[in-house]
């Protein structure tokens, strides 16, 4: 399900969605994300933002191994809010995807189907204006060289028959933060072995 080298169904940047029901509000907000970490982070976010809500209720799919899937009613009744909301990531087949929907409370009981369908909608609704795409796995990695070897580096990651990104922090050395399809990763890191010498140090990316 989660093979490295398997293309996978994720969003293609943030997406936002809002509507009212019967006086309640709701703000869907969803974002494509690395890992759970990331995830969680955008989690917190949301919270923070809109701490006058009511609730606000997260969930989300990364590809981890196995698949990790997560959700949270806060505070709505049991399976009314989390468990819809995740329902939509599921049957959308989306994942490295976060959600969370935002409600102001209007003053009208929905009722636990009413809930469930407002919850949905609002995840479904930010999906659509995130943009659901597919994606390669893709792999991070750090690269730290001296100068001297920098623009071999640099050229490396640049060339044409490369699908990297990377970031590059000139400091007492040179240090480039990697992002590459996983298929590619390791011919990649051969190939900046082999231009300079053994001298690129390689290892995970930091932090």
Same mark, same amino acid.
């Given at each position: 399900?989660?093979?490295?080298?398997?293309?996978?169904?994720?969003?293609?940047?943030?997406?936002?969605?809002?509507?009212?029901?019967?006086?309640?509000?709701?703000?869907?907000?969803?974002?494509?994300?690395?890992?759970?970490?990331?995830?969680?982070?955008?989690?917190?976010?949301?919270?923070?933002?809109?701490?006058?809500?009511?609730?606000?209720?997260?969930?989300?799919?990364?590809?981890?191994?196995?698949?990790?899937?997560?959700?949270?009613?806060?505070?709505?009744?049991?399976?009314?809010?989390?468990?819809?909301?995740?329902?939509?990531?599921?049957?959308?087949?989306? @994942?490295?995807?976060?959600? &969370? *929907?935002?409600?102001?409370?209007? +003053? $009208?009981?929905? /009722?636990?189907?009413?809930? #469930?369908? %407002?919850?949905?909608?609002?995840?479904?609704?930010?999906?659509?204006?995130?943009?659901?795409?597919?994606?390669?796995?893709? @792999?991070?990695?750090?690269? &730290? *060289?001296?100068?001297?070897?920098? +623009? $071999?580096?640099? /050229?490396?990651?640049?060339? #044409?028959? %490369?699908?990297?990104?990377?970031?590059?922090?000139?400091?007492?050395?040179?240090?480039?933060?990697?992002?590459?399809?996983?298929?590619?990763?390791?011919?990649?890191?051969?190939?900046?072995?082999?231009? $300079?010498?053994?001298?690129?140090?390689?290892?995970?990316? %930091?932090?």
């Amino acid at each position: 399900m989660t093979d490295a080298e398997d293309t996978y169904r994720t969003v293609a940047d943030r997406g936002r969605a809002r509507f009212e029901i019967r006086g309640s509000e709701f703000v869907g907000h969803v974002r494509p994300v690395a890992d759970r970490e990331e995830a969680e982070a955008f989690v917190a976010e949301i919270r923070a933002e809109y701490d006058d809500a009511t609730h606000n209720v997260p969930t989300y799919r990364v590809r981890e191994d196995p698949l990790r899937e997560w959700a949270d009613d806060d505070g709505e009744p049991t399976g009314s809010a989390g468990k819809p909301a995740l329902n939509v990531l599921q049957q959308e087949g989306v @994942e490295n995807v976060v959600a &969370v *929907v935002t409600r102001y409370y209007g +003053g $009208t009981n929905l /009722g636990v189907g009413g809930l #469930a369908r %407002s919850y949905s909608r609002a995840v479904k609704d930010a999906l659509a204006d995130a943009e659901i795409v597919e994606r390669r796995p893709r @792999e991070r990695f750090e690269v &730290v *060289v001296e100068y001297d070897d920098s +623009g $071999t580096v640099r /050229g490396i990651l640049e060339s #044409a028959d %490369s699908d990297a990104a990377f970031d590059a922090d000139y400091a007492e050395r040179v240090a480039f933060e990697v992002d590459v399809p996983v298929g590619e990763a390791e011919a990649l890191r051969d190939r900046i072995r082999s231009a $300079t010498s053994g001298r690129a140090e390689i290892g995970s990316r %930091s932090g």
